[in-house]
């Protein structure tokens, strides 16, 4: 079955009923044209089309097939100029649908009354639609026998209109449906005032504003059963009356989940049952539909209200489920020069004991390209997520690893577990608490340590993008506070803090064009930096950190030029992201970066680089290729950076 031409999709707007005043001295305008009886009209299929074998509909009358070819004259208004085109049959069936002589200047005829209602939606009610077949009109006398007589060539068709002046909203207001009911609530009309042009599209705007302000306010069932509309052509102006009807203010009733059959009722009835009681607002009923979505173990989570209140005057609301493929293996690879290949692969079972536990187990081997380091990184994960553990509204996390670290800056062998609460305090921010643990070894060149950490990590998290790995507006911003305790050879107390963000601005919006920016800080109070393990000072440089520089080579350095670390981090990145065609993208960045020996921030040692990638998108995100150089080489330093991975690089 053909599809509809997008411009089908305005339709629904320039059908705005009129009611024309009589103006004093001026006869009563024409009224519009009937609407067609419900059922199929004749000469039209379901979908909309028509039907080359009928006869005296949208003009596929009998007779040989007369090709033409379609001019739209613009007419300075955009909108107005698409609008012309989605309503005319003429430019849509020209291909789909052949016609003969006749049954072109039938479809030119029925074109002007649809090129009227385009003009009347985009508030030109005294405009005239124009179209000539072959430079002569369609109600023009034996013009058919006339088309049907010129030679093989397309029949030239030119649509225009002659617009006329704008009519403008003179007054828009709100009227309670039933006489004495209070509507205070639905406020003043938003978005349509005086002087604004008397556009169907905003009329209909207007509308759906006042009615999403009724239904946050608890208003589940409001609507706006008539709207008066009434037309001046003496003044060439339109007063619009709204005439609203709130409905019943609802609470929510107790949840139904429905298409579970392997998650633990009891768990979903909590989920799901947070919204019992609160008053109706379709954003707290969407808030939860994701919350159950996060759960993990569905593939789709649907939302249906009832039609009505229950006894209790309450609103009925069921969750329509559909349970996901519970295990999963995947793999990935990244690739960065100077810091090598690295491969991680996991398996994961997510509804681990039925009530929609998370358990991750993840292996990762990496091996650095960088001279003077000998060996293989690796690491080995199991993490543990736990929804409303133990009948609270949050998610324990429980992870626990065994890793192996072979870097410039130094060797790490060692053990971490850690167990934490994170609890959702609105739909874009978390907040976590818990407690880690880290004991094991380093080597550096100029000393080895045991080490024994105990930590209390608070974090926040905030995520107001649009998408995980390809985000092309909105913001997202992380912060984690870490006192901590080290006992062994190095003992001493501290307090590790931090910050990152980033923003993203739609420059066209389409998303061919996106700005991102990021900001990244590390402070390190309480130590000095010989008395914090190697693995906890901070670092600068790489992939995710500053292009261009060797991995973790930004920053103090020991007296054989390798890193040593600091006591805090700064950095920045500014990325132009721009789409080419299709999958097919490149970016232009520019990445700075400055470690220091002192808790406070220092810039004395900025590093700055910059380049240019590639990117190709897929279904999980774009695949990435970098290329970018140092504007001041390092000793030692590849003087390039390659960097290859999934996801944008913040």
Same mark, same amino acid.
């Given at each position: 079955?053909? !599809?509809?031409?997008?411009?089908?999709?305005?339709?629904?707007?320039?059908?705005?009923?009129?009611?024309?005043?009589?103006a004093?001295?001026?006869?009563?305008?024409?009224?519009? +044209?009937?609407?067609?009886?419900?059922?199929?009209?004749a000469?039209r299929?379901?979908?909309?089309?028509?039907?080359?074998q009928?006869?005296?509909?949208? =003009?596929?009358?009998?007779?040989?097939?007369?090709?033409?070819?379609?001019?739209?004259?613009?007419?300075?208004?955009?909108?107005?100029?698409?609008?012309?085109?989605?309503?005319?049959?003429?430019?849509?069936?020209?291909?789909?649908?052949?016609?003969?002589?006749?049954?072109? #200047?039938?479809?030119?005829?029925?074109?002007?009354?649809?090129?009227?209602?385009?003009?009347?939606?985009?508030?030109?009610?005294?405009?005239?639609?124009?179209?000539?077949?072959?430079?002569?009109?369609?109600?023009?006398?034996?013009?058919?026998?006339?088309?049907?007589?010129?030679?093989?060539? +397309?029949?030239?068709?030119?649509?225009?209109?002659?617009?006329?002046?704008?009519?403008?909203?003179?007054?828009?207001?709100?009227?309670?449906? #039933?006489?004495?009911?209070?509507?205070?609530?639905?406020?003043?009309?938003?978005?349509?005032? +005086?002087?604004?042009?008397?556009?169907?599209?905003?009329v209909?705007?207007?509308?759906?504003?006042?009615?999403?302000?009724?239904?946050?306010?608890?208003?589940?069932?409001?609507? #706006?059963?008539? %709207?008066?509309?009434?037309?001046?052509?003496?003044?060439?102006?339109?007063?619009?009356v709204?005439?609203?009807?709130?409905?019943?203010?609802?609470? /929510?009733?107790?949840?139904?989940?429905?298409?579970?059959?392997?998650?633990? =009722?009891?768990?979903?009835?909590?989920?799901?049952?947070?919204l019992?009681?609160?008053?109706?607002?379709?954003?707290?009923?969407?808030?939860?539909?994701?919350?159950?979505?996060?759960l993990?173990?569905?593939?789709?989570v %649907?939302?249906?209200?009832?039609?009505?209140?229950?006894?209790?005057?309450?609103?009925?609301?069921?969750?329509?489920?559909?349970?996901?493929?519970?295990?999963?293996?995947?793999?990935?690879?990244?690739?960065?020069? $100077?810091?090598?290949?690295?491969?991680?692969?996991?398996?994961e079972?997510? @509804?681990?004991?039925?009530?929609?536990?998370?358990?991750?187990?993840?292996?990762?081997?990496?091996?650095?390209?960088?001279?003077?380091?000998?060996?293989?990184?690796?690491?080995?994960?199991? @993490?543990?997520?736990?929804?409303?553990?133990?009948?609270?509204?949050?998610?324990?996390?429980?992870e626990?690893?065994?890793?192996?670290?072979?870097?410039?800056?130094y060797?790490?062998?060692?053990?971490?577990?850690?167990?934490?609460?994170?609890?959702?305090?609105?739909? %874009?921010?978390?907040?976590?608490?818990? #407690?880690?643990?880290?004991?094991?070894?380093?080597?550096?060149?100029? $000393?080895?340590?045991?080490?024994?950490?105990v930590?209390?990590?608070?974090?926040?998290?905030?995520?107001?993008?649009?998408?995980?790995?390809?985000?092309?507006?909105?913001?997202?911003?992380?912060?984690?506070?870490?006192?901590?305790?080290?006992?062994?050879?190095?003992? !001493?107390?501290?307090?590790?803090? %931090?910050?990152?963000?980033?923003?993203?601005?739609?420059?066209?919006?389409?998303?061919?064009?996106?700005?991102?920016?990021?900001?990244?800080?590390?402070?390190?109070?309480?130590?000095?930096?010989?008395?914090?393990p190697?693995?906890?000072?901070?670092?600068?440089?790489?992939?995710?950190?500053?292009?261009?520089?060797?991995?973790?080579?930004?920053?103090?350095?020991?007296?054989?030029?390798?890193p040593?670390?600091?006591?805090?981090?700064?950095e920045?990145?500014?990325?132009?992201r721009?789409?080419?065609?299709?999958?097919?993208?490149?970016?232009?960045?520019?990445?700075?970066?400055?470690?220091?020996?002192?808790?406070?921030?220092?810039?004395?040692?900025? $590093?700055?680089?910059?380049?240019?990638? /590639?990117r190709?998108?897929?279904?999980?995100?774009?695949?990435?290729?970098?290329?970018?150089?140092? /504007? !001041?080489?390092?000793?030692?330093?590849?003087?390039y =950076?390659?960097?290859?991975?999934?996801?944008?690089?913040?």
């Amino acid at each position: 079955m053909p !599809s509809l031409h997008p411009g089908l999709a305005l339709l629904p707007f320039l059908l705005v009923g009129v009611a024309v005043a009589q103006a004093p001295g001026r006869p009563r305008p024409d009224a519009a +044209p009937p609407q067609e009886p419900a059922g199929e009209p004749a000469g039209r299929t379901s979908d909309g089309t028509t039907d080359p074998q009928a006869e005296g509909a949208d =003009g596929t009358l009998d007779g040989p097939v007369r090709s033409y070819a379609v001019t739209i004259t613009p007419t300075g208004n955009a909108a107005l100029d698409t609008a012309l085109e989605a309503v005319s049959s003429l430019q849509r069936l020209r291909e789909r649908v052949p016609t003969s002589a006749e049954g072109l #200047v039938a479809r030119a005829l029925q074109d002007m009354a649809q090129l009227r209602n385009a003009l009347r939606s985009e508030g030109y009610y005294d405009g005239t639609p124009t179209i000539t077949l072959a430079g002569e009109p369609p109600d023009a006398p034996n013009l058919a026998l006339r088309l049907a007589a010129r030679g093989p060539e +397309p029949v030239p068709v030119v649509v225009g209109a002659r617009t006329g002046p704008l009519y403008r909203v003179s007054r828009a207001t709100l009227r309670p449906f #039933v006489a004495e009911t209070d509507i205070a609530e639905a406020g003043e009309v938003a978005g349509l005032g +005086p002087g604004d042009p008397a556009r169907a599209a905003a009329v209909n705007a207007a509308q759906e504003t006042l009615l999403t302000r009724l239904r946050e306010a608890g208003h589940p069932f409001a609507s #706006v059963p008539g %709207r008066d509309i009434t037309v001046d052509h003496d003044t060439r102006t339109m007063e619009i009356v709204y005439r609203v009807q709130p409905g019943p203010r609802a609470r /929510f009733a107790q949840p139904v989940v429905e298409g579970s059959e392997n998650v633990s =009722g009891d768990l979903l009835r909590r989920a799901s049952g947070v919204l019992a009681g609160e008053t109706y607002d379709p954003r707290e009923l969407d808030r939860v539909r994701r919350d159950v979505l996060a759960l993990g173990v569905f593939g789709t989570v %649907r939302a249906r209200t009832g039609d009505q209140l229950d006894d209790e005057g309450r609103l009925p609301v069921t969750f329509l489920v559909a349970e996901r493929p519970f295990r999963a293996l995947g793999a990935t690879a990244a690739y960065e020069t $100077r810091y090598g290949p690295t491969i991680r692969a996991y398996w994961e079972h997510r @509804n681990l004991f039925g009530g929609a536990e998370r358990l991750r187990i993840e292996g990762e081997i990496s091996r650095t390209a960088q001279t003077g380091v000998n060996g293989t990184g690796a690491r080995l994960s199991a @993490n543990l997520r736990q929804p409303w553990f133990a009948g609270l509204n949050a998610t324990a996390v429980t992870e626990i690893a065994i890793l192996r670290e072979r870097l410039l800056a130094y060797d790490r062998d060692a053990v971490t577990a850690s167990f934490s609460l994170e609890r959702k305090l609105s739909t %874009r921010l978390t907040a976590s608490a818990g #407690v880690a643990g880290d004991i094991g070894k380093t080597s550096e060149v100029d $000393r080895k340590i045991d080490y024994s950490l105990v930590s209390l990590p608070l974090g926040l998290r905030y995520d107001g993008t649009d998408s995980l790995l390809d985000p092309t507006r909105g913001y997202r911003a992380s912060a984690v506070v870490a006192p901590t305790l080290s006992f062994g050879d190095a003992s !001493s107390t501290f307090v590790r803090a %931090r910050a990152t963000g980033s923003a993203y601005f739609d420059l066209t919006g389409d998303k061919g064009s996106v700005l991102a920016l990021r900001a990244g800080l590390g402070t390190l109070a309480g130590a000095e930096a010989g008395q914090v393990p190697p693995h906890l000072r901070f670092y600068a440089g790489g992939g995710g950190s500053v292009r261009g520089y060797d991995f973790q080579t930004i920053g103090p350095r020991r007296s054989n030029n390798t890193p040593r670390g600091g006591l805090s981090l700064a950095e920045g990145s500014i990325e132009l992201r721009q789409r080419l065609s299709g999958p097919y993208g490149v970016a232009v960045f520019v990445d700075a970066g400055s470690v220091s020996d002192t808790a406070g921030l220092g810039f004395d040692e900025l $590093r700055i680089g910059g380049g240019v990638g /590639f990117r190709y998108a897929t279904a999980i995100g774009p695949i990435r290729a970098d290329v970018a150089l140092p /504007f !001041s080489k390092l000793p030692g330093n590849s003087g390039y =950076g390659l960097y290859v991975g999934i996801g944008q690089a913040f």
